[in-house]
């Protein structure tokens, strides 16, 4: 191993994780809007110079598709001689920057050591800006390819001008780009600083070593799995375009110390904005890797690439262009949902039943005239967790691939003309079982007068298929979006684009619960009792 | 009447109750350690005085003033043990309890699960009322609706209950109400209201808080009143409890707000530092407490505690403003092991005091870092705390073999390796916490104590290239020391936000007239004379549009217009961000710290005697240094150090409950209050 031994490779290691933190620290502490600051949506990560994954900071499991994106991006598309020092790359389109979706924009700072590269400092923040959902990723918003922001520490003016005419929220925009160069170069300056310590001769050891640490990890993990053939299906309810009953199906085929996840026979793309690029499915199946097979696992290229997936073309989970993105975050937590279905037939003890497998959210826009300015605010809204072998799900939560925090309602009635009016459990959520799963959220938003030209703009998930339970365990109850005006549900559909709203309509979101575990006649009278009493249960 | 000459504090930790005395007229100080009684604490307590006073021959009733680093609220929380409580809420909001920010607590852990819910679904009552962001009332109290359900918690016999109103920091008028409802009905029940617990904005902390205090509020009260009984009886008559904001309350407030203890015990060590510290004129300090399964880190920045209201107790919110202190699981009894990809780890898992490291032959098999310590030399291998506490080092070395083998290092490498990767985990968090607040480590003096802090610092000193460390006379007992120092304070905070652009400096000067009347109020309510009151003052404040707060300090007597406050908070969100907008900024919050200052005990320099340390040699221990040679380091009698004393490392310092360690191409000076001060050689 060279210089590098069982100590140095944790003490090294546990650098390079400090390094990543900070960099979080830093991107909440500087971001200028609620997204970043408050919601903490935004992710950090280290690459070494041939872009793999050396560590990852605990944020977004789902953002680690923009982060691994734009790494190999810049890699692919510049040529190594064209990469300076002081250059900051900028990228958020699915399918030639890096990115997953488009509000996701990644930043890449190359990291140089005595003028040679040797890592890359990388985050990627949620910039709420305009949502919009159309049936092509051209109509989505403002597409940029991996392209340089700065140059040898030189803005880019141009490149600059051009992608902040194309924002709503300027003065969030530019605080929030801000914050994510200086994390990255606070980055660079620890890296630097770890390497004058260290030695370069020791930091490249270490990358090597660490990779084959990872590798080792996830080895071991794939080797202690029974040999075979497991599959499973499970369906999102449509594409809000009015395609329906989308299957993602899986089969993981597990050899010796190979494993593969085979999605071949997925659904095409579709017209919805909830396409999945191929980084984005990694993303997924390395979160569920870890959740399942060891979690202590490193976050890191070794591990990673230990892991075989296989997907085609042109496919929901796997979609190339024009196919729109937005929404894909809830296409992810379905494809959790039949990872976790399929191990499941290889240790039930290990997963969960499946959790509200959505990512609801609600997104206002419209006119403030309070502030007299323009206004989005956008809400993604937990629901519950599939229940355990041993033990209940959780109530409202976020589940798999997200964790990001609410706006509280006192926050949220500041800033925005809408006034919260229930934030409560789902009753009667959960699914039944031995053990029962979590119950899923309702929150009630009604729009006040200050609030002109409103429009909505929701979706939710689990409305037809609902989340399942595991050997014996019930399904959960389903989700609905209501437009309430004047007493009645005006809204048809669960997904909407563009809704119009007039003062005094109230918003509700349901979200599912989670699915339960093992057979309902074992469920403890005492845990059925407390339920009915506290009015979980009725 | 007894000549009323001592003042006694104390400290009950997990493991220990800690009484430091002094006597107010010598300045001398006495100290004593017991066993805590962990069923109820008051019995250690009143246990120690008692042997303190016979050991040091002076009589109960010649104690003047008692203060007290309590535990009860912070166990009461870890253990989720508290009244049978209930909640009243907004209609629409009971479930905000358990909702919380909606975050799972483990990205993938999934069996890991929420802190547990205080207060069951059942009873948590929901009444009309609805008060919008400006406070204005959009929806009526329906008081009716309050009785029904004050009659009803009568009926279920509740011990305890919360209010939480949503907006109710901008006005507190209908949980005023409730307040006087449930005092009419319900006259024997615990009560809080989150306006009085906490006056900040944002809904589930500001309830879990109130939550909290409601919980745990019967028993501290019950605990506070029997403490009062005893102490009184044996005429001592002036208590105090010390707060998590680092100073001390009457007793009576403690008992209303419990919440305000619960960070109680780590706060006083760091008043201890800050005292120490500011007694030699340093005013950038690190603190590190080093105990057997976890250390704490604290920033004191130009002399003051650095305060924040954004903690968490066992994964509970509590926002109330407090000592801020990291809390991360490393110490001398973290647990070294081999994960299954090779790699060398230590913790979080602890040996705790049982069985406590193997080399406490209590059954312990596993090497923990106080192990490797042995094995090193760092630690005396034949006995410890003066010989209660032998130790048997061939455990040490079986441990740490068994460990070697498994990494294919040689047993001292893997000792050192040990203590590099505990040291790692540590440094780990001391720069998230600089990085946090704006700063390096290496800008800071470390400050080191607890039982362990002392064998650390010089090695962290090295890895973070820190200039200087101080090792006080007394690292095992500070916080006892740390009450003695204290001053009475309270905090008042109140949420208002306010547009800098739109407002008169009037009103910001109006806003604190009204925090100074409570102020006022209190310290008419706790006696304290016009000549000792202190008002310290400070705005939460952000730019709009942001949601994180920073605190700036406001001084009347320089800020004279609204442009003042403007530069101050640009100058300290540049100190934190490293940069500053022209962007429009508000005020969050206003805030108030009303302190009631106490004389401090006299401390009096000791005699300089030179440089000559040789008197406090007790010969030569050989130690493993970090390239794996052994040395021979100078062995120090720490209670024969006197002022002046220089001593050239590498050394090991021993005294009853600490070991000092000075690396090579480090010098210790002794200062004129025997601290050890260890700087790196020029």
């Not at chain 2, 002076?58 to 003047?64: V, Y």
């Not at chain 2, 440089?611 to 007790?618: L, V």
């Given at each position: 191993m060279g210089t590098i031994n069982s100590v140095t490779l944790e003490v090294i290691s546990n650098s390079l994780l400090s390094i990543v933190e900070q960099m979080g620290v830093i991107l909440t502490k500087t971001g200028y809007s609620t997204n970043i600051k408050e919601r903490k949506d935004l992710s950090v990560a280290l690459f070494d110079k041939n872009g793999k994954l050396i560590t990852l900071a605990q944020h977004i499991p789902l953002h680690f598709s923009s982060l691994l994106g734009a790494v190999s991006e810049v890699l692919n598309k510049w040529n190594i001689n064209d990469i300076y020092e002081g250059d900051t790359f900028i990228g958020n389109d699915p399918y030639s920057g890096g990115g997953s979706h488009l509000p996701d924009i990644v930043l890449v700072k190359p990291v140089f050591y005595k003028g040679e590269l040797i890592a890359f400092a990388v985050n990627t923040g949620h910039h709420a800006d305009r949502n919009i959902r159309r049936s092509t990723i051209y109509d989505e918003g403002l597409r940029i390819p991996i392209i340089k922001l700065y140059e040898k520490d030189k803005l880019v003016k141009d490149v600059y001008d051009l992608i902040m005419l194309n924002f709503q929220l300027k003065e969030e925009r530019k605080g929030d780009l801000r914050a994510q160069l200086i994390a990255n170069q606070f980055g660079e300056n620890k890296i630097i600083e770890l390497i004058d310590k260290i030695g370069i001769d020791t930091y490249t050891d270490f990358c090597r070593e660490w990779l084959k640490y990872g590798e080792r990890k996830a080895r071991q993990s794939i080797k202690q799995l029974p040999d075979g053939i497991y599959e499973f299906e499970d369906y999102l309810d449509d594409d809000g375009n009015k395609t329906e009953d989308l299957l993602i199906k899986l089969k993981i085929i597990i050899q010796g110390e190979k494993i593969d996840f085979d999605f071949t026979e997925s659904c095409e793309q579709v017209t919805g904005s909830f396409n999945c690029i191929r980084n984005a499915l990694l993303a997924t199946v390395y979160y569920a890797v870890k959740c399942l097979?060891?979690?202590?696992?490193?976050?890191n290229a070794g591990a990673f690439e230990s892991i075989d997936v296989t997907a085609r073309e042109?496919?929901?989970?796997c979609s190339t262009e024009p196919a729109p993105t937005q929404s894909r975050a809830t296409t992810t937590q379905r494809i959790a949902d039949v990872i976790f279905g399929a191990f499941a037939k290889i240790d039930p003890i290990k997963v969960t039943a499946a959790g509200n497998g959505a990512v609801s959210f609600f997104n206002f826009s419209g006119f403030d005239s309070r502030t007299g300015k323009p206004y989005v605010y956008l809400e993604t809204i937990g629901g519950g967790s599939g229940a355990r072998f041993n033990k209940d799900g959780l109530d409202a939560v976020q589940v798999h691939m997200t964790n990001t925090s609410n706006l509280p309602v006192e926050a949220l009635e500041m800033e925005y003309p809408l006034l919260v009016e229930k934030y409560a459990l789902a009753e009667n959520s959960g699914g039944d079982g031995e053990y029962r799963g979590g119950l899923g959220i309702i929150r009630g938003i009604r729009i006040l007068d200050e609030s002109k030209n409103t429009e909505l703009l929701a979706a939710t998930e689990r409305t037809k298929t609902r989340p399942w339970g595991l050997l014996g365990g019930k399904y959960a109850a389903g989700a609905r979006l209501n437009v309430i005006r004047d007493g009645k549900r005006i809204n048809t559909l669960n997904k909407v684009n563009g809704f119009p709203l007039r003062a005094d309509d109230l918003i509700e979101l349901v979200t599912a619960g989670g699915g339960g575990y093992g057979d309902p006649s074992k469920r403890s009278v005492e845990s059925r009792k407390k339920d009915i009493a506290e009015g979980k249960v009725k | 009447m007894a000549n009323k000459r001592y003042r006694v504090g104390v400290d009950v930790g997990g493991t220990n109750t800690d009484i430091c005395a002094i006597d107010e007229i010598t300045s001398e100080l006495k100290v004593y350690k017991l066993p805590s009684s962990t069923k109820d604490q008051s019995q250690a307590v009143i246990e120690g005085i008692r042997s303190l006073a016979e050991k040091y021959g002076?009589?109960?009733?010649?104690?003047?003033r008692f203060i007290h680093g309590t535990t009860v609220s912070t166990n009461a929380i870890l253990e989720g043990r508290g009244a049978r409580t209930a909640l009243i809420t907004t209609e629409g909001f009971r479930d905000l309890l358990e909702i919380g920010r909606q975050k799972r607590p483990d990205l993938y852990d999934l069996q890991a699960d929420k802190p547990k819910v205080l207060i069951t679904r059942d009873l948590r009552y929901e009444v009309k009322e609805r008060m919008d962001y400006k406070g204005k009332i959009i929806r009526e109290l329906d008081e009716a609706e309050v009785i029904e359900i004050i009659r009803k918690l009568k009926e279920l016999q509740v011990e305890s209950l919360a209010v939480t109103f949503l907006n109710a920091y901008i006005n507190p008028t209908n949980e005023q109400i409730v307040k006087r409802i449930a005092k009419e009905y319900l006259p024997d029940v615990y009560l809080s209201i989150s306006s009085e617990i906490s006056n900040q904005f944002r809904e589930f902390e500001r309830m879990c808080g109130t939550v909290l205090n409601s919980f745990i509020g019967p028993e501290v009260k019950k605990y506070l009143e029997n403490l009062k009984g005893t102490l009184t009886k044996i005429n001592i008559n002036k208590l105090y409890i010390n707060h998590s904001n680092g100073g001390i309350m009457s007793l009576s407030e403690a008992s209303q707000y419990p919440i305000k203890t619960s960070l109680s015990g780590p706060s006083a060590g760091v008043i201890g530092a800050q005292y120490v510290t500011g007694l030699i004129g340093y005013k950038n300090v690190l603190t590190i407490d080093i105990g057997g399964t976890s250390t704490d880190l604290s920033l004191i920045i130009d002399g003051k505690i650095d305060s924040s209201k954004d903690k968490n107790i066992s994964g509970y919110p509590v926002r109330i403003p407090s000592v801020d202190i990291a809390t991360i699981g490393a110490g001398g009894g973290s647990i070294a092991w081999v994960d299954s990809g090779g790699i060398l780890k230590v913790g979080p898992q602890s040996a705790g005091a049982e069985p406590g490291p193997a080399c406490y032959d209590r059954g312990g098999e596993e090497a923990t870092i106080t192990d490797a310590r042995v094995v090193l030399g760092h630690l005396n291998n034949k006995e410890l705390l003066n010989g209660r506490l032998p130790i048997n080092s061939g455990n040490s070395f079986t441990a740490v073999e068994k460990l070697s083998k498994k990494i294919n290092m040689d047993i001292y490498e893997t000792a050192q390796g040990i203590i590099t990767v505990g040291n790692s985990n540590i440094i780990k968090e001391i720069k998230k916490v600089t990085v946090e607040k704006g700063f390096n480590p290496n800008e800071f003096v470390l400050f080191a104590f607890g039982g362990a802090g002392p064998l650390h610092a010089a090695e962290l000193m090295e890895e973070l290239s820190i200039a200087k460390a101080i090792i006080p006379r007394t690292p095992g007992i500070l916080a006892a020391y740390g009450l003695l120092v204290e001053d009475m304070r309270r905090d008042f905070v109140q949420t208002n936000v306010m547009d800098l652009g739109k407002i008169q400096f009037e009103d910001i000067e109006h806003e604190f007239q009204k925090l100074e009347k409570e102020a006022e109020a209190w310290f008419e309510f706790e006696a304290i004379p016009p000549a000792r009151r202190v008002c310290e003052y400070y705005l939460d404040m952000r730019y709009k549009g942001q949601n994180y707060e920073i605190l700036v300090s406001y001084d009347k007597q320089k800020v004279k217009k609204i442009q003042d406050i403007i530069d101050e908070f640009n100058k300290a969100y540049k100190q934190l961000y490293s940069y500053s907008y022209d962007d429009e900024v508000q005020i969050i919050n206003y805030g108030l710290s009303a302190i009631g200052y106490i004389n401090k005990p006299k401390t009096i320099p000791s005699k300089y005697y030179g440089?000559?340390?040789?008197?406090?040699?007790?010969g030569e221990r050989l130690v493993r240094d970090g390239q794996n040679r052994m040395k021979p380091y100078t062995l120090y009698d720490r209670d024969m150090l006197n002022n002046g004393n220089k001593l050239r490392g590498p050394a090991v310092i021993e005294q009853m409950d600490a070991t000092t360690i000075i690396g090579e191409n480090q010098i210790g000076v002794v200062d004129e209050y025997l601290n050890i001060v260890i700087e790196q050689e020029k």
């Open positions: 097979m060891d979690n202590t696992m490193p976050a042109g496919t929901l989970v | 002076f009589a109960l009733d010649e104690i003047d440089e000559d340390s040789s008197a406090a040699i007790r």
